[in-house]
């Protein structure tokens, strides 16, 4: 069946990078997601990915993609105490009508 | 404008009201979606409607009743809902149900019910 899975919880220093890992198990992903909640907010897309890339970039955002192990990261370039928020992990199924399968999230704690 | 508007923000509900929560985009999207959230826990899909039809319903209630007036709007009715109901209700919404790579979703209803 379809399970995204994800680290519950990463700390980092303000100016270092953060990577958020994400593993899923459905091969016939078609998209992967990486969306960002602050506390008591809505869901913003930070960046997306299609299952026949490997890597995007956008500015401060790097996302890999190795479809061989169902590997997904998100790598946040000098992060900053804004950046502290839910990172959730989605992916998109072919012929699933486009509704997602999210991860449980990563908490990103950012220190100063 | 990759805008996806949802009203009221905030809504408290006694267990025999009726309310409804509205959703609202303007980008041509085909494809719109109500997903409800509990706290530190990932969205859950209830909803889907694809071209106005209804097309997904995972087996939610029927005290919640969607609708989709027009290609613009969706609306979720609610009635004799339960405390265990309270949540964060997102909409969402996608170019097509098949194909439109990118989901936007808006802020929010946080729903409580007493």
């Known amino acids: 069946g379809e399970d995204v899975e994800q680290s519950l919880f990463l700390s980092v220093r303000e100016g270092d990078s953060s990577v958020i890992n994400c593993t899923y198990t459905?091969?016939?992903?078609?998209?992967l997601y990486w969306y960002k909640q602050e506390p008591g907010a809505g869901l913003q897309l930070l960046t997306y990915?299609?299952?026949?890339?490997d890597m995007k970039q956008d500015q401060r955002l790097t996302v890999l993609l190795n479809k061989k192990d169902k590997h997904l990261s998100l790598r946040i370039a000098d992060t900053q105490t804004g950046d502290s928020a839910i990172y959730f992990c989605a992916e998109s199924i072919w012929g699933s009508q486009g509704n997602l399968i999210f991860g449980k999230g990563t908490k990103l704690s950012v220190k100063p | 404008d990759t805008e996806v508007t949802q009203t009221p923000k905030h809504l408290v509900m006694g267990m025999t009201n009726k309310k409804s929560l509205k959703c609202e985009q303007h980008m041509g999207h085909r494809a719109m979606y109500w997903y409800k959230q509990k706290a530190k826990k990932p969205p859950e899909l209830m909803f889907v409607?694809?071209?106005?039809?209804?097309?997904i319903n995972e087996s939610v209630p029927s005290r919640f009743s969607p609708e989709c007036p027009n290609s613009s709007l969706l609306n979720l009715h609610l009635h004799a809902l339960q405390p265990e109901d309270s949540a964060l209700y997102l909409c969402?919404?996608?170019?097509?149900?098949?194909?439109?790579?990118?989901?936007?979703f808006g802020p929010g209803t946080r729903l409580l019910v007493l």
């Open positions: 409607y694809s071209y106005e039809k209804l097309s």
């Open positions: 459905d091969s016939s992903s078609t998209y």
């Open positions: 969402a919404s996608r170019l097509a149900a098949q194909g439109g790579e990118t989901q936007y």
């Open positions: 990915i299609f299952s026949n890339m």
